[in-house]
């Protein structure tokens, strides 16, 4: 079992003697509630009532208890909340104060049971063709989105570095991404000679990988230097497309076909530009309406119309 | 710095088991310049020290002048380089490591040195720096601008939450990087950056908190308006002090204020001259010339999109 748990200072935080050693406690920086719980398909989120004000946490709770599917707590080791009771009405899902904790692992799941059990919101359409990973059946087919993942400016790069060390870098790159794509309940499925293709659940079900890609763009000057120890600029370059195709699991794709899978890989490779997401309008529902402003319509490509963000300048 | 008994006798043990008799004196002097072994035990210079009464009084002068970690580090060395071109295996090492990690420090690969166990506890002096001891630093200094708009013409609530949002982005980007805060006034705060590659880690804080300022501006801020700041990062000698006046007034504070003040503007970070030549290529090429009124040589950092 895993829990997230929304608080001040994330690297602040040490669960171990409250929660169950069995539990994964995945610990989040507060000011990003938003954004995260934008990205992540959580169903159930606790926020660490210390060091967050009454008022932050009422405001929190107004717009969690606005998203369908996902319920929420609160954990209180102090007993700063002085009136859990308000809590619930206004939406939490559980409280766990300073008379309930340490918790066991069986109280945490009857929380995240009776949180989701008058759950009725409906699953997206286009959401019912995709089972869950454990269900998925080898050769048949299920709607995905695709992101393909690549390091830009390549060739600056192999005369930088030299070929050998673009092939080291390209291997930690895949390695890096499909720990991200993990994180976001996606895999890393198919490698070609220029990058990663990622499949997630269609949207709805899936975190957003987009603004997964969107960050490392965003960040690409700190994850040169300090993830990949690069003394030279490097950039990154998305492809995102949203289709179907029969499952096949990593390692076994090479049979598969799809007309979706081959318009992914030629929209990265032929279409793709460095330092942008280049997307078709399939998957335009995936932006963030927040950050939607920042993408723009650029020509058809191979029939399908396309959205590419605005580059960061260097 | 207090240490558990059990630890201050594996010390002496390591001491009179590990390293020869004749190195003791060796392994002192690294570790407090010009020390007398034999004024400090008592015994005359044509005596002969027994090698139990060295370790001992070279151990209990380490706890006694808190330079307990650095001795142990020293240990750490002499398996790792040696000393003078000789190894000398320390097979206490391992228990060493556990014990110390009781006492709250773990041992960061990247300085070769035991730091504060971030989840136990985080001081301002990293638990290493002693007050009086002047070191180099590398500061970063941020303001939030327009803080008295900001706070005049939005709810206090929204306002707190805000800044409270900054001050904890800050802790992340400063902390993760091995810096620590040694000030928040509510509109601003002092980092402090010390071991490793201190101006590089400070502008890199620098720069992730605008990554993550831009990202909070469309997702998270209460405000209905973007919170900026301005950022410098500066680098200098300082006394250390946890009284934070005594901080401000020295020249290397002033300085990295005045840089930020006057020279960064909102939404930028500031570099000095003191700190450019001392980061890579690849992070000062991000960096641009700002032109200032007083004819400092600056240069500055800021997220720009195409078009905007």
Same mark, same amino acid.
């Given at each position: 079992?895993?829990?997230?748990?929304?608080?001040?200072?994330?690297?602040?935080?040490?669960?171990?003697?409250?929660?169950?050693?069995?539990?994964?406690?995945?610990?989040?920086?507060?000011?990003?509630?938003?954004?995260?719980?934008?990205?992540?398909?959580?169903?159930?989120?606790?926020?660490?009532?210390?060091?967050?004000?009454?008022?932050?946490?009422?405001?929190?709770?107004?717009?969690?208890?606005?998203?369908?599917?996902?319920?929420?707590?609160?954990?209180?080791?102090?007993?700063?909340?002085?009136?859990?009771?308000?809590?619930?009405?206004?939406?939490?899902?559980?409280?766990?104060?300073?008379?309930?904790?340490?918790?066991?692992?069986?109280?945490?799941?009857?929380?995240?049971?009776?949180?989701?059990?008058?759950?009725?919101?409906?699953?997206?359409?286009?959401?019912?063709?995709?089972?869950?990973?454990?269900?998925?059946?080898?050769?048949?087919?299920?709607?995905?989105?695709?992101?393909?993942?690549?390091?830009?400016?390549?060739?600056?790069?192999?005369?930088?570095?030299?070929?050998?060390?673009?092939?080291?870098?390209?291997?930690?790159?895949?390695?890096?991404?499909?720990?991200?794509?993990?994180?976001?309940?996606?895999?890393?499925?198919?490698?070609?000679?220029?990058?990663?293709?990622?499949?997630?659940?269609?949207?709805?079900?899936?975190?957003?990988?987009?603004?997964?890609?969107?960050?490392?763009?965003?960040?690409?000057?700190?994850?040169?230097?300090?993830?990949?120890?690069?003394?030279?600029?490097?950039?990154?370059?998305?492809?995102?497309?949203?289709?179907?195709?029969?499952?096949?699991?990593?390692?076994?794709?090479?049979?598969?076909?799809?007309?979706?899978?081959?318009?992914?890989?030629?929209?990265?490779?032929?279409?793709?530009?460095?330092?942008?997401?280049?997307?078709?309008?399939?998957?335009?529902?995936?932006?963030?309406?927040?950050?939607?402003?920042?993408?723009?319509?650029?020509?058809?490509?191979?029939?399908?119309?396309?959205?590419?963000?605005?580059?960061?300048?260097? | 710095?207090?240490?558990?008994?059990?630890?201050?006798?594996?010390?002496?043990?390591?001491?009179?088991?590990?390293?020869?008799?004749?190195?003791?004196?060796?392994?002192?002097?690294?570790?407090?310049?010009?020390?007398?072994?034999?004024?400090?035990?008592?015994?005359?210079?044509?005596?002969?020290?027994?090698?139990?009464?060295?370790?001992?009084?070279?151990?209990?002068? &380490? /706890?006694?002048? !808190?330079? @307990? *970690?650095?001795?142990?580090?020293?240990?750490?060395?002499? +398996?790792?380089?040696?000393?003078?071109?000789?190894?000398?295996?320390?097979?206490?090492?391992?228990?060493?490591?556990?014990?110390?990690?009781?006492?709250?420090?773990?041992?960061?690969?990247?300085?070769?040195?035991?730091?504060?166990?971030?989840?136990?506890?985080?001081?301002?002096?990293?638990?290493?720096?002693?007050?009086?001891?002047?070191?180099?630093?590398?500061?970063?200094?941020?303001?939030?601008?327009?803080?008295?708009?900001?706070?005049?013409?939005?709810?206090?609530?929204?306002?707190?939450?805000?800044?409270?949002?900054?001050?904890?982005?800050?802790?992340?980007?400063?902390?993760?990087?091995?810096?620590?805060?040694?000030?928040?006034?509510?509109?601003?705060?002092?980092?402090?950056?010390?071991?490793?590659?201190?101006?590089?880690?400070?502008?890199?804080?620098?720069? &992730? /908190?605008?990554? !993550?300022? @831009? *990202?909070?501006?469309?997702?998270?801020?209460?405000?209905? +308006?973007?919170?900026?700041?301005?950022?410098?990062?500066?680098?200098?000698?300082?006394?250390?002090?946890?009284?934070?006046?005594?901080?401000?007034?020295?020249?290397?504070?002033?300085?990295?204020?005045?840089?930020?003040?006057?020279?960064?503007?909102?939404?930028?970070?500031?570099?000095?001259?003191?700190?450019?030549?001392?980061?890579?290529?690849?992070?000062?090429?991000?960096?641009?010339?700002?032109?200032?009124?007083?004819?400092?040589?600056?240069?500055?950092?800021?997220?720009?999109?195409?078009?905007?």
């Amino acid at each position: 079992m895993r829990i997230v748990v929304y608080g001040g200072y994330a690297g602040a935080a040490d669960w171990s003697e409250l929660l169950p050693a069995k539990v994964e406690v995945e610990t989040m920086a507060f000011s990003s509630l938003k954004r995260s719980v934008e990205r992540r398909a959580e169903r159930f989120i606790y926020l660490d009532a210390r060091g967050i004000e009454k008022e932050a946490i009422l405001e929190a709770a107004a717009w969690l208890s606005g998203r369908p599917g996902l319920a929420w707590g609160i954990l209180d080791p102090d007993g700063a909340v002085d009136d859990p009771a308000a809590l619930f009405f206004a939406g939490a899902g559980d409280y766990l104060g300073p008379g309930t904790l340490p918790v066991g692992e069986t109280r945490l799941r009857c929380a995240l049971a009776r949180a989701h059990r008058d759950d009725e919101t409906p699953e997206p359409e286009q959401a019912r063709s995709f089972p869950g990973w454990a269900k998925l059946r080898e050769g048949k087919e299920y709607d995905f989105l695709f992101c393909h993942a690549a390091i830009g400016a390549a060739e600056r790069l192999r005369e930088a570095i030299g070929e050998k060390r673009l092939a080291k870098l390209r291997e930690s790159f895949a390695a890096h991404m499909a720990e991200i794509a993990e994180g976001l309940d996606g895999k890393a499925w198919i490698m070609d000679s220029h990058g990663l293709l990622l499949v997630f659940p269609p949207r709805g079900l899936a975190d957003s990988p987009l603004l997964a890609a969107f960050e490392l763009l965003l960040d690409r000057a700190l994850v040169g230097y300090e993830v990949f120890k690069l003394e030279v600029p490097l950039t990154f370059r998305f492809a995102f497309h949203a289709g179907s195709a029969p499952w096949r699991p990593p390692g076994a794709t090479g049979t598969v076909v799809s007309e979706d899978v081959n318009f992914i890989f030629h929209l990265a490779n032929r279409g793709g530009h460095d330092g942008r997401i280049t997307m078709s309008a399939a998957c335009a529902d995936a932006i963030p309406p927040q950050i939607a402003d920042l993408f723009q319509p650029a020509p058809a490509f191979e029939g399908h119309e396309i959205l590419i963000s605005r580059r960061f300048l260097d | 710095m207090k240490v558990r008994k059990e630890l201050v006798q594996l010390a002496r043990k390591t001491l009179l088991e590990s390293v020869p008799p004749d190195m003791h004196h060796r392994l002192a002097r690294e570790l407090f310049e010009g020390y007398d072994l034999h004024e400090a035990t008592g015994f005359p210079a044509t005596v002969p020290i027994p090698p139990q009464v060295s370790a001992q009084v070279i151990v209990d002068d &380490a /706890l006694r002048r !808190d330079r @307990f *970690l650095e001795l142990v580090e020293l240990y750490v060395r002499l +398996e790792k380089s040696g000393f003078m071109g000789r190894s000398y295996p320390i097979p206490q090492l391992r228990e060493i490591f556990h014990l110390v990690g009781l006492e709250g420090f773990t041992w960061d690969q990247h300085t070769g040195m035991f730091m504060e166990d971030p989840r136990m506890r985080r001081t301002a002096g990293w638990g290493r720096i002693l007050p009086g001891e002047e070191r180099r630093y590398s500061l970063l200094r941020i303001d939030i601008a327009r803080n008295s708009r900001l706070v005049r013409t939005h709810k206090p609530t929204e306002v707190r939450r805000a800044f409270a949002d900054l001050r904890e982005m800050l802790t992340r980007s400063v902390e993760d990087r091995g810096g620590r805060i040694w000030a928040w006034e509510g509109d601003g705060a002092l980092a402090a950056f010390h071991f490793g590659h201190a101006t590089t880690s400070a502008t890199l804080a620098g720069m &992730a /908190l605008l990554h !993550d300022l @831009f *990202l909070y501006n469309r997702f998270d801020n209460p405000l209905e +308006e973007p919170l900026r700041i301005r950022s410098a990062v500066h680098t200098g000698p300082l006394r250390f002090t946890e009284d934070q006046v005594e901080i401000r007034r020295q020249e290397t504070c002033k300085e990295a204020v005045e840089l930020e003040e006057r020279c960064a503007p909102p939404d930028w970070l500031a570099i000095s001259a003191a700190v450019a030549p001392t980061l890579d290529r690849v992070l000062l090429d991000r960096f641009k010339p700002i032109e200032t009124k007083n004819a400092w040589l600056v240069y500055g950092y800021t997220v720009k999109m195409e078009g905007s």
